[in-house]
């Protein structure tokens, strides 16, 4: 077995990205609800409507000025639902390349990273 596999940084790195997709996981979730709601034109003042706007209004209002809302039959196509999804996915897949930056690596596994980084 790779030494680098049985280092004690690598539980708590493996927790963390854990942590990192299963976040991720329920934002997108929500934010997914949001989407198909618009989407199919779901009654604003609804219990469990006005609950996902809510909750996820706070992760999409920094894009909602991106995009113009298309307005179709009374559904509205929330282009910035789909501009949150992708940039929190993005934010997370940053993370958690940046929590594998902090894995004890051996001299010879890290010399062969460099090697194919050279190439």
Same mark, same amino acid.
């Given at each position: ?8 940084? +690598?539980? #708590? ?5 854990? @942590?990192?997709?299963?976040?991720? =996981? !329920?934002? /997108? ?30 992760? +999409?209002? #920094? ?5 113009? @809302?298309?307005?179709?039959?009374? =559904? !509205?196509? /929330? ?41």
């Amino acid at each position: 077995m790779d030494s680098s596999y049985s280092s004690s940084t +690598t539980k #708590p790195l493996y927790r963390g990205t854990q @942590i990192v997709w299963y976040v991720l =996981s !329920i934002l /997108e979730i929500l934010l997914a609800f949001r989407f198909v709601l618009k989407l199919m034109g779901a009654n604003p003042l609804a219990g469990f409507t006005s609950f996902i706007y809510g909750v996820t209004y706070v992760f +999409t209002a #920094p894009f909602l000025s991106v995009f113009r @809302i298309t307005h179709i039959a009374g =559904s !509205i196509f /929330e282009w910035t639902t789909l501009l949150a999804m992708l940039v929190y996915a993005l934010v997370a897949w940053g993370i958690v390349k940046l929590l594998f930056m902090g894995k004890t690596v051996s001299t010879p596994e890290a010399a062969e990273k460099m090697n194919e980084e050279e190439k």
